[in-house]
C-alpha cells in the first residue's frame, strides 16, 4: 500500500510565480516529513523537512506546511525559478526509524 | 568528499543471473537504504539498516539480499535476476533518522532480458 500519494504528476507555473506541491499521507506514525528535488540521471537532493510537532518551516524561498489533522502536507515555493525545474517527492518515515517511504512525485516545470 | 558512490551506473543482466550493486559512504554515516525507483511509482525501499551488522527490510525486499559488515559499505545482492527488477536503484545514507535529510548517490540503470 502507498501510505504517501502525490496526487498530482505535474505542475507548470510561470517565473516568479508560487508553485504549490502537495503530499498527502496514510500512516499516523510518520514523525518526518520531507521533500527532495530530483534532476533528470541524478539522485535525489534532500531540500526541506518538517517534524510533526511544527505546523511551519521556512527556508528561503521554501516553505514547507503540515496539517497533520488531515494528513497532508505542502511545499510553497515563492518566487520560482526556472531552475526549480525538476521532480519533487515528499518522504515520510516514523520516529527513530530508517523506514522512508516515498511518494511517486510531481514534476515541475517553471516556464520562463 | 565523494558522498555516496554506486557502482555501476549501467548493467544488463541476464534473467537468473546474479550480481552486486556496490554503494559505499565516506561521510561515516550511521543509516544506510536502497531504493529503487520505477515509473510512476516514486522510490520504494527495498532494504535499510541502522548500523554496520543490522538491516532491516522495506517494501519491496523480495528477490534481493543485503549485508552491513562495515559503516563504510552496504552492497545489494540480486539473487536470480528477473525483468521485474529492471530498474534505477538508488542507495543513501544519513547520519541520522528523522529530519536531517538523506545523501543520495547518482544511481544504477540495471536491466534485466
Known amino acids: 500500500d502507498q501510505q504517501v500519494k502525490q496526487n498530482s504528476p505535474s505542475l507548470s507555473v510561470q517565473e516568479g510565480r508560487i508553485s504549490i506541491l502537495n503530499c498527502d499521507y496514510t500512516n499516523s506514525m510518520f514523525d518526518y516529513f520531507l521533500w527532495y528535488k530530483k534532476y533528470p540521471a541524478e539522485g535525489p537532493t534532500f531540500l526541506i523537512s518538517?517534524?510533526?510537532?511544527?505546523d511551519k518551516n521556512e527556508d528561503g524561498r521554501f516553505t514547507v506546511f503540515l496539517n497533520k489533522s488531515a494528513k497532508h502536507l505542502s511545499l510553497h515555493i515563492v518566487p520560482s525559478q526556472p531552475g526549480d525545474s525538476a521532480v519533487y517527492f515528499c518522504?515520510?518515515?516514523?520516529?527513530?526509524?530508517?523506514?522512508?517511504?516515498f511518494g511517486a512525485g510531481t514534476r515541475l516545470t517553471v516556464k520562463p | 568528499n565523494a558522498g555516496v558512490t554506486q557502482t555501476p551506473k549501467f548493467q544488463v543482466l541476464k534473467t537468473g543471473q546474479s550480481m552486486t550493486l556496490q554503494c559505499a559512504q565516506d561521510m561515516n554515516h550511521e543509516y544506510m537504504s536502497w531504493y529503487r525507483q520505477d515509473p510512476g511509482m516514486g522510490l520504494r525501499l527495498i532494504h535499510y539498516s541502522v548500523g554496520a551488522g543490522i538491516t532491516d527490510q522495506g517494501e519491496v525486499p523480495n528477490g534481493y539480499n543485503v549485508s552491513r559488515s562495515t559503516t563504510e559499505d552496504f552492497p545489494l545482492r540480486l539473487l536470480s535476476a528477473a525483468p521485474s527488477q529492471t530498474s534505477v536503484y538508488f542507495c543513501?545514507?544519513?547520519?541520522?533518522?528523522?529530519?536531517?535529510?538523506?545523501?543520495f548517490g547518482s544511481g544504477t540503470r540495471l536491466t534485466v532480458v
Open positions: 543513501a545514507s544519513s547520519y541520522t533518522t528523522g529530519v536531517g535529510g538523506y545523501t
Open positions: 518538517i517534524s510533526s510537532i511544527k
Open positions: 518522504a515520510a518515515s516514523p520516529y527513530n526509524n530508517n523506514d522512508m517511504r
